[in-house]
């Protein structure tokens, strides 16, 4: 039943109640078990240094370019540990009205819980002055207390089901003007915007593509294009999940991106006929490509 449905059903404070109780009975059904809280900590680097907004980094890509970071955030949803036996356990997410939250979606008939969260790694210094000083690097949630965690998995990307809301209706971390894409109605769910060579441009924008429809009548495409990450040797409160950009850019050349005829934009914007977008949507979990997540010299890895 919707939303709108539901409140009619049994009125607003009941539908109310009943979309808390939803919510609310994975955590006592772990609490009755036994449960931890951990913090899935997220860090983005370039070759082991920290990504930041007031330094250079040199030698990138395959044409050895300079790149300054102008903007990176992303969504994260369905973050999961998984056990030495294969069992996972999503994230009971802690909601903090601000940078996660949880969240009931109706799929075919039934209702399903859905979690989402924001990392945010620009800190509006230096050249990402566009920006805002607050960061974000991690996902918080309650999970059984088992001692042999050894994997991770999330996907890159906004429940479908919220995907095409209006940006502003909808509550935090979907309330996020930069992190929407009007032309599609959906979000981005990851920005990385850099300035390459001194001072061009140049994007990775992950999200749905061939849309059509609008949040009104509904929203239909052909790729939604979230990929989800599978990480080994993974120990929750010792590893950490790193993006690296010298490993998502090898095989970039910057200098010849954007020809503003075959290639109209620098950089990709995750369109399937997208020359640019070869290298690096397998790093997101897309397709396939010489460097997957995961890998030592991968985009997204454990550390």
Same mark, same amino acid.
């Given at each position: 039943m919707?939303?709108?449905?539901? @409140?009619?059903?049994? !009125?607003?404070?009941?539908?109310? /109640? $009943?979309?808390?109780? +939803? =919510? *609310?009975? %994975?955590?006592?059904?772990?609490?009755?078990?036994?449960?931890?809280?951990?913090?899935?900590?997220?860090?983005?680097?370039?070759? !082991?240094?920290? =990504?930041?907004?007031?330094?250079?980094?040199?030698?990138?890509?395959?044409?050895?370019?300079?790149?300054?970071?102008?903007?990176f955030k992303a969504y994260v949803r369905g973050v999961a540990l998984v056990r030495e036996n294969g069992e996972k356990y999503p994230l009971v997410l802690e909601q903090d009205g601000h940078w996660q939250r949880e969240t009931v979606v109706m799929r075919k008939g039934r209702r399903h819980r859905e979690t989402?969260?924001? =990392?945010?790694?620009?800190?509006?210094?230096?050249?990402?002055?566009? !920006?805002?000083?607050?960061? $974000? #690097?991690? *996902? *918080?949630?309650? +999970?059984?207390?088992?001692?042999?965690? #050894?994997?991770?998995?999330?996907?890159?990307?906004?429940?479908?089901?919220?995907?095409? /809301?209006? +940006?502003?209706?909808?509550?935090?971390p979907l309330n996020v003007p930069s992190m929407w894409w009007s032309l599609t109605n959906g979000y981005r769910f990851l920005r990385l915007d850099v300035r390459a060579g001194g001072n061009r %441009?140049? +994007?990775? $924008? =992950?999200?749905?593509?061939?849309?059509? !429809?609008?949040?009104?009548?509904?929203?239909?495409? @052909?790729?939604?294009?979230?990929?989800t990450i599978f990480l080994k040797g993974f120990v929750p409160g010792q590893s950490r999940i790193v993006f690296d950009l010298a490993a998502l850019f090898a095989q970039t050349d910057f200098e010849h991106s954007g020809d503003g005829m #075959?290639?109209?934009?620098?950089?990709?914007?995750?369109?399937?006929?997208?020359?640019?977008?070869a290298s690096l949507l397998p790093q997101v979990g897309l397709g396939s490509g010489p460097i997957t997540p995961g890998r030592a010299d991968a985009f997204i890895r454990v550390e």
């Open positions: 919707a939303a709108r449905g539901l @409140s009619a059903a049994l !009125g607003w404070e009941g539908a109310r /109640k $009943h979309l808390l109780l +939803v =919510l *609310v009975a %994975p955590a006592l059904l772990l609490a009755c078990g036994g449960e931890r809280q951990v913090a899935i900590q997220f860090a983005a680097q370039v070759r !082991g240094e920290p =990504l930041r907004c007031d330094a250079s980094y040199e030698k990138i890509g395959a044409s050895k370019t300079t790149l300054q970071l102008l903007d989402v969260a924001m =990392l945010d790694f620009e800190d509006g210094a230096g050249t990402c002055n566009t !920006g805002s000083p607050e960061t $974000h #690097t991690e *996902v *918080v949630g309650l +999970v059984p207390d088992f001692d042999d965690y #050894t994997g991770v998995e999330f996907t890159l990307g906004v429940p479908p089901e919220l995907n095409h /809301k209006n +940006v502003e209706w909808v509550e935090p %441009p140049y +994007v990775f $924008h =992950l999200r749905a593509d061939g849309c059509t !429809g609008t949040p009104d009548i509904g929203v239909n495409c @052909s790729a939604e294009n979230q990929g #075959t290639d109209p934009v620098a950089g990709c914007l995750s369109s399937a006929d997208d020359p640019e977008c």
